[in-house]
């Protein structure tokens, strides 16, 4: 290579672009403060959850953390890992009815609870990327729709994993070291997972698997041409995505102590999509400001009350019209998972090319 | 024997239900390229407002399904005008999301309207049955036969016979020529929703009278109609319809000879089963065929 | 040397490439040309996987299998693609490093567990990376996202990130386009770079200035089929050539 002779200003051929300080730089895992924020973060939560002294305000700071994971995971199996799944929803159930009946049926303490459902999670949900992963984008998502609302149906119908009906009462709360945390503690430890969830899923955002997975994401098959491991990275995160909902999952049955399969359905799914909605797909932030105002804004804005779903439906819509690619991103990010199907041409028109 | 053919014929019923809803989808994806996922709650929409019609204005069943088939035809319309039309143009799952929080939108007004708790819709013939080979039908499956396969036969003849039909085939094939022939993507977009919503009330009239009557009823069978359209090719009609018709089948023999507990997810283990084998579907669109 | 024997394409009823051979060694620049629509981006797309195909693709000796991007990429055979296949969000020292060769410690794992040794491997890529980047000039953009360059220069970019990857054979589809007189004289210097360091081109272009000064045989496709094959200087005589690029004239009555 020696006939090349590197001439900084025209090389490019164009335009020079604003000279970056160059020097010694550190790689891309070393960038950010992640690690000052998510301290920042830690103390503001701790502020919160010695603040919270009703059950009234422990529970929304449970369910907003709950709700967080549950966000987080979707946040790595389709914010980073490309995948838009609609089985969320039934995998929380799947870690929850998991940790039950580790919990109650087998007498094991809250923590294994916890570990198992993650564990259960992630084995069902390879095994459901296994059965699907062949799919386009659209298949793959009626797949996981499909899935989702086979989940209910498991658990209103086996009774000896998921209890008669799927209903299970009296479940014993969030403990450590067996004694059980009530109140403000059962709220701190969600929140401790929150942090660990988020912790975790920022690492990743500073790791290669960022990178591989946006290649992944945008240019799949020019990303298989660089020798990235397309399928192998979809999978890693549609499986650590479902990780998450099962911890979520866990600790949503602990804390709320009864369980039914209607709490699984397309409701909880739609909510989970509208954190990542709200809350931007761009980082693991997102989901944890997406939850917040799931959470809040229906208690704040009371009149709503049972006509949740009709509000929540009419912003779907107003979102998809007014806020196109602004608030979320969310429409440009699909866009590029979506092969053009109508024409049944690859997704990357290089590829394609004029034959 | 009775029970084999008891079985077979609640499955066909089943079956032209799912086929009438996944024609609705599949005329709206070839006119717009777009899946509504408000299909199955239109079908609810429909199911109720007969049974308003029934109860409150004090209709024959018969008018009762008119109104409702208009009705519904009225609010495919507009669906496509809140939902679809602003976002033409848009990537696909854009209008996907949309139409799930019309989906939304439409079973919570549905609540607000008639209340959560269960109601019936009574059938033409009440509960009356007939021998057929020795077992005895539900006369209201036989007219569920009767009636999607005459509607089923319409619409092939509209999509074959008609200018509208050619028009959507034209759109389904090729969009940019088709609207630079001077297509009217707007007209046809409408039309083909609110077609589609009438297909929803068509089945949901015929099916009601076989359950109960709740928000939630007809979104399990869109999602039935979904696994029919994926396993038969989602841009044929015949091979939809006849996915539907033996996914309807299959249910009902495997509930009645495997388990009926797990009636409702049949369907989706075979369809999942179909997608490991072969992830495009069984028929899958040609590639030559842009469709 | 790269082999590809009896290549078949079929798309539904077309035919896009029809028993199609081609060979190159290490070292020369083959150019392959022809109208639109002959078949040569179909051609690339065979070769390294991205399409199935029948026919046999050998590199050095070992049979390449079909229709698998990742096993061409095993085989030091790289693609680049007709339009910079460039990722805005990120970086363009990230988009480089995405054809690195050493993939140790970058999974779940390796974010999670065993950081350090992921960290330590990341510095070395890091390197050879920014290497990278000083041959093509774009040292200085290293950490900004790659949406802030020019068009040539994602092109530069794209060829860094092959240059990342140590190919041996280099398959290229049209990378002047788009490129002005100044850039396609630099990218002339790229490739004989390339040509000079050992590595097999495949290199699919319109620009006859630009394969003339660059190419060494070349081969014309029409329709799928290969129609001639020579020398790069004796090539535009051909009477099929000057058919695809000229136009006969023909007299309508």
């Not at chain 1, 000052?36 to 700071?61: E, R, T």
């Not at chain 1, 799944?85 to 007498?107: M, N, P, R």
């Not at chain 2, 819709?121 to 006369?139: D, H, K, N, Q, S």
Request: aromatic share 8%.
């Amino acid at each position: 290579m020696s006939e090349l002779s590197v001439d900084p200003a025209g090389a490019a051929g164009g335009q020079p672009t604003a000279p970056a300080t160059v020097g010694p730089v550190r790689p891309p895992v070393y960038a950010g403060r992640q690690g000052l924020g998510l301290a920042a973060f830690a103390v503001a939560l701790a502020v919160i959850v010695v603040l919270a002294d009703s059950p009234y305000s422990q529970g929304l700071v449970g369910q907003w953390a709950t709700l967080a994971i549950a966000g987080l995971g979707f946040y790595l199996a389709f914010g980073v890992g490309g995948q838009f799944s609609f089985c969320q929803a039934a995998l929380v159930g799947l870690g929850a009815y998991s940790s039950a009946w580790l919990t109650q049926d087998h007498g094991l303490p809250f923590a294994l609870g916890l570990l198992g459902a993650v564990a259960i999670t992630a084995v069902v949900a390879a095994g459901l990327f296994a059965l699907v992963k062949r799919c386009d984008a659209f298949y793959f998502a009626i797949a996981t729709l499909a899935f989702g609302f086979l989940a209910v149906v498991v658990f209103r119908e086996w009774s000896s994993f998921a209890g008669p009906g799927g209903e299970r009462r009296s479940l014993p709360g969030i403990s450590l070291g067996g004694d059980e945390l009530s109140g403000r503690s059962s709220a701190a430890a969600v929140v401790v997972v929150l942090l660990l969830a988020l912790g975790l899923t920022l690492l990743v955002e500073r790791s290669p698997l960022n990178r591989e997975a946006a290649a992944v994401r945008h240019l799949p098959l020019a990303a298989s041409t660089f020798g990235i491991g397309v399928m192998r990275i979809r999978a890693t995160m549609f499986v650590a995505g479902a990780a998450y909902s099962g911890a979520a999952g866990s600790l949503l049955a602990h804390r709320n102590r009864v369980l039914s399969p209607e709490a699984f359905d397309i409701e909880l799914a739609i909510d989970i999509f509208l954190v990542l909605l709200f809350g931007g797909l761009g980082s693991a932030w997102g989901p944890v400001l997406g939850a917040a105002f799931v959470v809040w804004a229906p208690e704040q804005l009371r009149f709503i009350g049972r006509d949740r779903d009709l509000v929540f439906g009419g912003l779907l819509i107003a979102i998809m019209i007014f806020v196109p690619d602004g608030l979320v991103g969310l429409a440009g990010r699909v866009q590029g998972l979506v092969a053009d199907r109508r024409r049944g041409r690859p997704a990357e028109p290089a590829v394609a090319g004029e034959a | 024997m009775s029970r084999f053919v008891l079985l077979t014929i609640s499955g066909l019923a089943d079956g032209a239900i799912y086929a009438l809803i996944a024609l609705g989808f599949v005329l709206i994806y070839k006119a717009t390229g777009v899946i509504n996922f408000a299909q199955g709650d239109l079908v609810t929409l429909g199911a109720y407002v007969a049974l308003w019609a029934y109860q409150d204005l004090r209709l024959t069943l018969a008018t009762s399904a008119l109104v409702a088939v208009l009705a519904l035809a009225c609010t495919g319309a507009v669906l496509e005008r809140v939902a679809a039309a602003p976002l033409r143009g848009r990537s696909v799952h854009v209008v996907v999301i949309a139409t799930l929080g019309a989906a939304l939108v439409i079973r919570s007004l549905v609540i607000r309207w008639k209340g959560t708790s269960p109601q019936r819709l009574p059938g033409f013939f009440g509960f009356r049955t007939v021998e057929v080979l020795g077992a005895r039908i539900p006369m209201q499956n036989l007219l569920i036969l009767g009636a999607a396969a005459l509607a089923l036969s319409l619409v092939a003849l509209l999509l074959q016979g008609t200018s509208f039909g050619r028009q959507v085939r034209a759109l389904a094939t090729d969009r940019t020529t088709a609207q630079l022939m001077g297509i009217s993507v707007d007209r046809l977009s409408m039309a083909a929703f609110a077609l589609a919503a009438a297909l929803a009330a068509v089945g949901a009239v015929l099916v009601a009278p076989t359950q109960q009557l709740t928000p939630t009823f007809g979104f399990g069978p869109m999602l039935f109609a979904f696994a029919a359209a994926i396993i038969g090719g989602f841009g044929r009609i015949g091979g939809v319809a006849l996915a539907a018709v033996l996914l309807g089948v299959l249910q009902q023999w495997a509930t009645g000879y495997i388990d009926p507990s797990y009636r409702e997810i049949y369907p989706f283990v075979l369809m999942l089963g179909i997608l490991a084998v072969r992830p495009k579907g069984l028929l899958p669109e040609q590639v030559g065929q842009r469709v | 040397m790269l082999v590809a024997t009896d290549v078949r394409v079929t798309f539904g009823g077309v035919v896009a490439v029809d028993d199609l051979s081609i060979e190159v060694e290490p070292g020369v620049v083959l150019a392959v040309v022809g109208p639109n629509g002959s078949g040569k981006t179909t051609l690339l797309n065979a070769i390294t996987g991205l399409v199935p195909c029948r026919g046999r693709v050998t590199v050095d000796g070992t049979v390449l299998a079909t229709g698998r991007p990742g096993r061409a990429r095993q085989a030091h055979c790289l693609r680049t693609f007709q339009t910079p296949q460039v990722i805005d969000e990120l970086s363009c020292i990230d988009n480089v490093l995405l054809a690195t060769e050493d993939r140790e410690a970058t999974g779940l794992l390796a974010s999670w567990v065993t950081r350090r040794q992921m960290l330590a491997r990341e510095h070395r890529r890091w390197a050879a990376a920014e290497a990278c980047l000083e041959q093509f000039g774009l040292r200085e953009q290293a950490v900004l996202p790659a949406s802030r360059l020019t068009y040539g220069q994602r092109r530069w970019l794209e060829l860094a990130r092959v240059a990342l990857a140590r190919p041996r054979y280099l398959l290229t589809d049209e990378p002047s386009a788009g490129l002005n007189e100044a850039e396609t004289v630099r990218l002339a210097e790229h490739i004989a770079a390339f040509r000079a360091a050992g590595v097999g081109v495949v290199l699919v272009d319109h620009k006859v200035d630009f394969l003339r000064r660059v190419a060494d045989r070349a081969v014309v496709l029409a329709l799928g089929r290969k129609v001639a094959e020579d020398r790069i200087e004796a090539i535009w005589d051909l009477p099929a050539v000057q058919d695809a690029y000229l136009g006969t004239r023909r007299v309508i009555r």
